[in-house]
C-alpha cells in the first residue's frame, strides 16, 4: 500500500510541472480566442481558476488521496473535459482548438499512452457537448494574428516542459534499470557476483585469455566445516563469517579481480594477468586474514579455508576445465588436512 502510494505521489509530481505550465500559457490562447465573442464574466472567472488555480487544486487532491495515482488519472481527464468545453466555447477557431487539444492528448499519451489518450478522447467529447448545451453549436473559422501569437508560447514552452519531464524519467529509468541488472547479478548476503554471473565472467576471461595468450588464475575457496559452524553457533554467526570472507576479498584484491560466491560456502576468484606464484601468494593472505578472525560474540570461533588454484593453460577445451582443474585442486587441499592451499599440477592433455 505504501510502496503504490510512493509510486502515485511520484507521478503527481511528474504531472505538476507540465499542467502548471500548459495551463498557464495556454489560458493565454483560450483568451485570445474568446475576446472577439464578448464571453460573460463569468467564464473569464472560470478561465482563471482552470489557467492559475487549477494545477495548484489538482496537485492538492492527487497527494492528498489514499490512492495518488487514481486521483492523478481522474485529474487527467478532467482536464481533457476543460479543453473539449473551451473549444466549444471558442467556437473552434481553427489554431486554438488545435494547439490546446493536441497539447492535451500529448500529455495524456505521455502519462497515460494508448488507454489514457481514448480516455482523455472522450473526456474532450464530454466537455464539448457540455460547452455547446451552454452556448449552442457554434464554428468560427477564422484566426487573428493575436490569436496566432497567443499560441505559439503553448506550442513552444509546452512541449519543451513535458521533454524535460520525460527525459528525466528516462533518466530514472535507466538508473533503476541499472541498479536491477546490478542485483540480478549479486549475492545479497556478500555483495559479490552469484553463481551465474560468476560463471559467464569465468567464460568471459577464458575467451580473453584464449585471444590474447595472457595469463590467470583460478581459485576456488571453501571455508572448512561451515556446516559445523553453522549447528554449534547459529546461521547468525555463519552469515557473519561468510561476510567476513567477503570483506576480505574485496580489501585485497583491485578491481580487476572478479569475486564471486559459487556456493553455499564456496567462494571463487578470476585472478587475470597474475601468474600462479603471485596468486598463490594472494590467496594465502586471505587464508591467514580469515584464521586470524576473531567473532566477537564467539571468541572461541576460528575459520580456516581450504583453496584450490589452477592458471590458465591454452589446452584447455573450454572454461569449464579451467574450473575443473581447480575444483580438484579444491578436493586435494580439503582431504589433505584442510586450512591449506592446493595448486593443479595442470591439464591432462599436457
Known amino acids: 500500500m505504501e510502496n503504490q502510494r510512493g509510486k502515485g505521489l511520484s507521478f503527481a509530481r511528474r504531472i505538476y510541472l507540465p499542467r502548471a505550465i500548459g495551463l498557464g500559457i495556454g489560458m493565454f490562447s483560450v483568451g485570445a480566442a474568446l475576446y472577439p465573442l464578448n464571453p460573460p464574466a463569468w467564464l473569464w472567472a472560470l478561465l482563471l481558476f482552470n489557467g492559475l488555480a487549477w494545477p495548484h487544486v489538482a496537485y492538492q487532491v492527487s497527494t492528498r488521496s489514499a490512492f495518488p495515482y487514481r486521483a492523478e488519472r481522474r485529474n487527467l481527464l478532467y482536464d481533457s473535459v476543460f479543453g473539449g468545453f473551451w473549444a466549444a466555447s471558442f467556437q473552434f477557431n481553427p489554431l486554438t482548438t488545435v494547439t490546446i487539444l493536441s497539447m492535451m492528448t500529448m500529455n495524456n499519451v505521455a502519462a497515460g499512452g494508448q488507454r489514457l489518450c481514448m480516455l482523455g478522447a472522450l473526456a474532450q467529447l464530454i466537455g464539448v457537448l457540455l460547452g455547446w448545451s451552454i452556448f449552442g453549436v457554434k464554428f468560427s473559422l477564422t484566426t487573428t494574428p493575436i490569436q496566432v501569437w497567443a499560441c ?105 579481480d572478479l569475486a564471486g560466491r559459487y556456493g553455499g560456502d564456496e567462494f571463487c576468484v578470476i585472478l587475470p594477468n597474475l601468474p600462479l606464484t603471485k596468486a598463490e601468494a594472494l590467496m594465502e593472505q586471505l587464508r591467514q586474514a580469515l584464521h586470524q578472525y576473531r567473532h566477537p560474540d564467539v571468541p572461541e570461533l576460528r575459520v580456516s579455508l581450504s583453496i584450490g588454484l589452477a592458471r590458465y593453460q591454452r589446452a584447455y577445451p573450454d572454461a569449464l576445465d579451467w574450473l575443473d582443474d581447480a575444483d580438484k585442486a579444491l578436493y586435494t587441499a580439503k582431504h589433505t588436512g584442510r586450512n591449506t592451499i592446493s595448486v593443479a599440477l595442470g591439464h591432462s592433455s599436457v
Open 152 to 256: 505559439l508560447p503553448m506550442l513552444t514552452l509546452y512541449p519543451l516542459a513535458l521533454g524535460m519531464v520525460c527525459y528525466r524519467l528516462a533518466i530514472k529509468l535507466g538508473e533503476h534499470k541499472r541498479t536491477l541488472s546490478a542485483l540480478s547479478r549479486t549475492d545479497s548476503l556478500t555483495g559479490l557476483l552469484n553463481h551465474g554471473a560468476w560463471k559467464d565472467l569465468l567464460h568471459l576471461k577464458f575467451q580473453q585469455c584464449h585471444e590474447h595468450n595472457s595469463q590467470a588464475t583460478l581459485a576456488l575457496i571453501d571455508i572448512d566445516h561451515f556446516k559445523v559452524i553453522n549447528d554449534s553457533y547459529g546461521h547468525i554467526v555463519g552469515d557473519t563469517v561468510l561476510r567476513q570472507l567477503s570483506r576480505e576479498l574485496k580489501s585485497l584484491l583491485d578491481q580487476r
